[in-house]
């Protein structure tokens, strides 16, 4: 006989976007939820991650609201050596398994189907027993899914792999157990710079690397990203400097030429241009292991990858009978999807709503749902989504989108106040000086960045005026057509 549920919340997927908002709705509502995610245990992408990842940013922007992720500790040694910690991949997986456990089943207000899918129309299906499940969501079915979060474990590579040739995943790489002559890194993301310094932490020479990079791209500057008080004077002159780079910017080109010259962001070559930004980031000392790597093949997407050399869109490369082992770091772990209404009839779509910051996003969202009946209208004008960038136009798009929205967020003190205690609010509420308790200090601080951030909208419309007149493409300088040719990027162009 098959199961019949009735739930307040359907959550279609346990990884990190899901479990941040479903933290939020038990903490400020009493609604019952029902969870379904295909993996074993939550965490989503994280469970298949490679063994090596770490996280780029610090362990305060990840996870969910109500529990620390880590200690708050400040490194002592390595390439983050006197920053904020970042969590590895065991801590990640054992921090969500914990939250699972100790707070959603123990509220007994969330129930729990793993290795399963929701199939869209009503029904939970277990991949293992095929059984299915009816569910009816009486408030909105959340999807945590649509951010199509990849590592390369979840995709075959987007190149051919021809006999003959050894290609492996990051996590394959690292149980590795026989030598090769050269190391192929095929990727130049997050991925890729993990994969170059794990290769090279372990004691292979860097001259035995080849490193294959479509585009090079603008790197954040970790020690900007820091936050709480210790770095408050650190970040508020970083934040002076974007400012001042935004507002004396005529043209794109000359935003990011700016922020090279305030080291601001960090390129990998001097001599090469950046033309993509996925929002990767690293410090100085990570920046000058990465420069040791000198083979650095920049002959656009790999095409093939064979048992002599590798085949790219604008050349070859042969490796004179060595032995190669390719890692294939190239899945779109940020995918720029088309934006969506968050909110609609009877469902949620989780998004970004500021750069590159999902599980904050998820828990704004939970919020906003949480707090009041509002209409969707409403609810959707204070949760734009913004995409992830793949170039410096997108930044400059995302950018402007994420000040309009905080224009509307500081006129609201309800959502101010959630920031102040909300530990996943720090891109917005714990990087720099922060903003004071209620009171009138806090008023005329709001005041103050509501000034500041009018002129950097009516600065940004004009860089976006600039974008329209010559055109996307022409500032695209040297990008591929193909990393642009996909539908989907296509309705993203046309959205934002």
Same mark, same amino acid.
């Given at each position: ?194 994969? $170059? %310094?794990?290769?090279? *932490? #372990? ?8 490193? !294959? ?5 603008? +790197? ?90 590798? $085949? %790219?869109?604008?050349? *070859? #490369? ?8 390719? !890692? ?5 772990? +940020? ?108 008023e005329s601080a709001i005041e103050e960045r509501r000034a500041v951030i009018a002129k950097l909208i009516e600065h940004g419309e004009k860089l976006e005026a600039y974008i329209a007149s010559a055109g996307r493409d022409a500032i695209r300088t040297n990008a591929e ?16």
């Amino acid at each position: 006989m098959t199961e019949e549920l009735e739930t307040d919340y359907l959550v279609v997927g346990a990884g990190g976007m899901g479990m941040a908002f479903v933290d939020t709705v038990l903490d400020e509502s009493d609604a019952a939820i029902v969870m379904v995610d295909r993996y074993d245990l939550p965490g989503g992408h994280w469970r298949v991650a490679y063994d090596y990842v770490k996280l780029h940013q610090p362990s305060d922007y990840y996870g969910v609201n109500s529990l620390e992720l880590g200690s708050g500790d400040i490194d002592d040694s390595g390439h983050n050596a006197g920053l904020l910690e970042l969590a590895n991949l065991s801590e990640i997986r054992e921090y969500y398994e914990r939250v699972m456990r100790k707070k959603f089943l123990k509220s007994g207000r969330v129930r729990y189907f793993p290795n399963s899918e929701y199939d869209g129309a009503g029904a939970i299906v277990n991949l293992l027993s095929g059984e299915r499940t009816q569910v009816r969501a009486t408030r909105r079915v959340v999807d945590s899914t649509y951010m199509n979060v990849e590592v390369p474990a979840m995709v075959p590579p987007p190149f051919k792999v021809a006999e003959g040739a050894t290609v492996v995943t990051p996590g394959e790489l690292s149980r590795t157990n026989m030598p090769y002559d050269r190391y192929v890194v095929v990727g130049g993301g997050k991925t890729g710079i993990d994969t $170059v %310094l794990w290769l090279l *932490s #372990r004691g292979l020479p860097s001259d035995r690397i080849t490193w !294959v990079m479509p585009r090079d791209a603008w +790197l954040f500057r970790r020690e900007y990203s820091q936050t709480g008080p210790r770095f408050a004077e650190l970040c508020d002159k970083a934040s002076d400097a974007w400012v001042d780079a935004w507002m004396g910017a005529s043209t794109p080109t000359e935003f990011f030429e700016k922020l090279d010259a305030a080291q601001w962001l960090y390129r990998l070559s001097d001599q090469v241009r950046p033309t993509a930004f996925r929002s990767a980031t690293v410090t100085r000392s990570e920046l000058n292991m990465l420069r040791t790597v000198k083979d650095v093949v920049r002959q656009g997407r790999c095409v093939e990858a064979n048992h002599a050399g590798i $085949v %790219l869109k604008h050349g *070859s #490369r042969e490796f004179g009978g060595e032995s190669v082992l390719y !890692v294939n770091c190239t899945a779109n772990g +940020l995918a720029r999807v088309a934006p969506v209404p968050v909110f609609e009839p009877g469902k949620i779509t989780l998004q970004s709503i500021t750069q590159a910051q999902q599980v904050y996003g998820a828990s704004f969202i939970a919020h906003i749902e949480a707090r009041s009946d509002d209409d969707d209208a409403i609810k959707n004008a204070l949760t734009v989504p913004v995409p992830h960038p793949y170039d410096e136009v997108d930044f400059i798009h995302d950018s402007l989108s994420e000040f309009r929205s905080m224009q509307l967020w500081l006129q609201d003190a309800d959502i101010v106040e959630w920031w102040q205690n909300a530990r996943l609010a720090g891109v917005v509420a714990r990087i720099g000086t922060p903003i004071p308790p209620a009171g009138p200090e806090r008023e005329s601080a709001i005041e103050e960045r509501r000034a500041v951030i009018a002129k950097l909208i009516e600065h940004g419309e004009k860089l976006e005026a600039y974008i329209a007149s010559a055109g996307r493409d022409a500032i695209r300088t040297n990008a591929e057509t193909e990393d642009y040719a996909s539908e989907v990027f296509e309705a993203v162009k046309g959205a934002v």
